[in-house]
């Protein structure tokens, strides 16, 4: 069963599919909510690969572990899709553009920062990157703001972490444990309930 089920991921997204799409998300200006729209509208939207539950899911999780949220996305996805192999092109196709921008824009910063070039940035790119941040929030966000126990976890979080100043990763840790205990045996009960109602 889980061979099929890894055969029938591998074929929703080709290995060539995984460096061009990791690749426009490494190119995506905005930081992480930008890279996160760029895979949303791929992997979600267009190709259907993933469901939306499924990408906040995977989201949620990259947030917990220790290293970057989009290289812990270009992991699951590359593993998910391609195995190991998949994994090495995701995360060198999400780094290529990175790279090769920063070293081009050292080079440029070293021989134009006395120019006015560099004064266009704030009232050009700036802009432009909040934008795609602002519609990837709202996007991700339209789906979770609805009246759930998923909102009020995160209204509570959200308040345990501005006024009482808890650790995030405290608070993170301890949201995953209610969802994956607590939640997990609500959800059976109710299916439960609701399949003993239609017989």
């Given at each position: 069963m889980k061979k099929q089920q890894s055969e029938r991921d591998s074929t929703l997204v080709t290995r060539g599919e995984l460096f061009s799409i990791f690749l426009k998300a490494g190119l995506a200006f905005g930081g992480g909510l930008g890279i996160l729209a760029v895979l949303e509208e791929e992997l979600v939207s267009q190709r259907q690969a993933v469901s939306k539950d499924e990408f906040l899911t995977i989201y949620g999780i990259g947030r917990i572990v220790p290293s970057g949220t989009m290289t812990a996305l270009a992991v699951a996805y590359g593993y998910k899709f391609g195995g190991l192999s998949g994994t090495v092109i995701a995360l060198t196709a999400l780094s290529l553009p990175v790279f090769i921008l920063t070293i081009a824009l050292t080079i440029a910063y070293h021989y134009l920062r006395h120019s006015r070039l560099f004064d266009l940035l704030p009232v050009t790119i700036m802009p432009a990157a909040l934008a795609l941040i602002v519609i990837a929030a709202l996007k991700l966000g339209k789906d979770v703001f609805?009246?759930?126990?998923?909102?009020?976890?995160?209204?509570?979080?959200?308040?345990?972490?501005?006024?009482?100043?808890?650790?995030?990763?405290?608070?993170?840790?301890?949201?995953?444990?209610?969802?994956?205990?607590?939640?997990?045996?609500?959800e059976k009960k109710n299916q439960t309930e609701s399949k003993g109602s239609n017989k």
């Amino acid at each position: 069963m889980k061979k099929q089920q890894s055969e029938r991921d591998s074929t929703l997204v080709t290995r060539g599919e995984l460096f061009s799409i990791f690749l426009k998300a490494g190119l995506a200006f905005g930081g992480g909510l930008g890279i996160l729209a760029v895979l949303e509208e791929e992997l979600v939207s267009q190709r259907q690969a993933v469901s939306k539950d499924e990408f906040l899911t995977i989201y949620g999780i990259g947030r917990i572990v220790p290293s970057g949220t989009m290289t812990a996305l270009a992991v699951a996805y590359g593993y998910k899709f391609g195995g190991l192999s998949g994994t090495v092109i995701a995360l060198t196709a999400l780094s290529l553009p990175v790279f090769i921008l920063t070293i081009a824009l050292t080079i440029a910063y070293h021989y134009l920062r006395h120019s006015r070039l560099f004064d266009l940035l704030p009232v050009t790119i700036m802009p432009a990157a909040l934008a795609l941040i602002v519609i990837a929030a709202l996007k991700l966000g339209k789906d979770v703001f609805r009246p759930s126990r998923e909102l009020l976890i995160a209204c509570a979080a959200f308040a345990l972490a501005l006024f009482l100043r808890l650790n995030p990763a405290l608070i993170l840790l301890v949201g995953g444990a209610l969802g994956a205990f607590i939640l997990q045996k609500v959800e059976k009960k109710n299916q439960t309930e609701s399949k003993g109602s239609n017989k």
